[in-house]
């Protein structure tokens, strides 16, 4: 039990925190100036869109023009997500540096999510991640509802184990765990945890933690202190899965930046710079910025 030295950060706000909001598809190029941004605080991992149906996520519909109008910082990785082949060629084409899979340790969210079985999302993963790979992509896969699921209750950690290693297996880099509807606390965390590094070392795993329950930074404290070192998360704790109802944003990342300094864990973010831009993207959005770190710094230009 040992919390890491380094923690990578990895951004969600521009693919997670806006795939879900409602009303008004949002304007591209607040959606580029939020990418440019979030680059411009020192975050080195941006997940800047999703190449999905819009007819599913509308909000996404405009991921080759967001990902041509972006202005790409040197050392920054700007990734996409991929449900299919169709996505991946579109990543491709976009010259996403990084692309992810996602699929569910749920039957009923990832059908709900994705329209088929988890057998089926793997078995469709297979050219999506050939593809990628033909290109010299990496490709990230998730696992949704690793604490619980909306439509069926209680997630058994094998069962999240199993469809982690098979990502893995599949040639997944690295293997981000999701609590898609926030319902986790650190001793069913520190659980799952368990049994997913029974199967898969933690220094490919990832934590993708969302807020619902207020529980995400003491889940992500738990699951720290074993180990793990990449996090996901979202400026302003913006965002939401829309086939998750009720589900909150991710944690928010400039608490987790406050938590990581308050370790001792450096991870190279201007901490002020990344609030100020939290502010700035839920002026935008005309939404309340869910940050307790940025309430309590506030903005300062
Ligand atoms: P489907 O309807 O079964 O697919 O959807 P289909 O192959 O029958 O295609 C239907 C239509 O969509 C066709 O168009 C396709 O061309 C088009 P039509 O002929 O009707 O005009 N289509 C596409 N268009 C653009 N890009 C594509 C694409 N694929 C098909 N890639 C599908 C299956 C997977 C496409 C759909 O279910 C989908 O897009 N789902 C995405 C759902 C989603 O984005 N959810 C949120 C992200 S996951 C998440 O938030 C969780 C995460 O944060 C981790 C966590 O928190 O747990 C990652
Ligand atoms: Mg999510």
Not at 222 to 239: Q, R
């Amino acid at each position: 039990m040992a919390f890491p030295t380094q923690v990578r950060l990895f951004e969600m706000s521009p693919r997670d925190g806006l795939q879900n909001e409602a009303g008004p598809v949002i304007a591209t190029d607040i959606k580029v100036e939020l990418i440019n941004r979030l680059s411009a605080c020192g975050l080195t991992h941006i997940e800047a869109a999703s190449f999905v149906s819009p007819k599913w996520v509308p909000q996404m519909g405009d991921a080759a023009e967001v990902m041509a109008g972006i202005e790409r910082k040197s050392g920054v990785v700007y990734s996409a997500l991929t449900p299919n082949l169709k996505g991946v060629e579109g990543a491709i084409a976009a010259q996403a540096d990084e692309v992810a899979v996602f699929s569910a340790a749920s039957e009923a969210f990832t059908q709900k999510n994705i329209n088929c079985s988890i057998a089926e999302s793997l078995e469709r993963f297979v050219p999506v991640i050939e593809a990628a790979k033909a290109q010299g992509i990496r490709v990230r896969g998730y696992v949704s509802t690793v604490l619980g699921c909306p439509y069926q209750g209680e997630i058994a950690p094998a069962q999240v184990a199993s469809v982690a290693r098979e990502l893995l297996d599949m040639g997944c880099y690295e293997i981000s765990l999701g609590d898609t509807i926030g319902v986790g606390t650190p001793l069913k965390a520190k659980r799952m945890l368990e049994a997913v590094t029974r199967e898969i070392p933690v220094e490919k795993l990832a934590a993708h933690f969302h807020d619902t329950y207020g529980q995400a930074l003491s889940n992500l404290y738990a699951v720290l202190e074993e180990g793990i070192s990449v996090v996901d998360a979202s400026v302003a704790g913006l965002g939401g899965c829309p086939y998750a109802k009720g589900a909150s944003g991710n944690v928010a990342s400039e608490d987790v930046i406050y938590l990581l300094q308050g370790l001792g864990i450096q991870t190279g973010v201007d901490l002020q710079q990344l609030v100020n831009t939290g502010y700035w993207i839920t002026r935008q959005l005309g939404r309340h910025n869910g940050s307790k770190v940025a309430q309590a710094l506030g903005e300062k230009i």
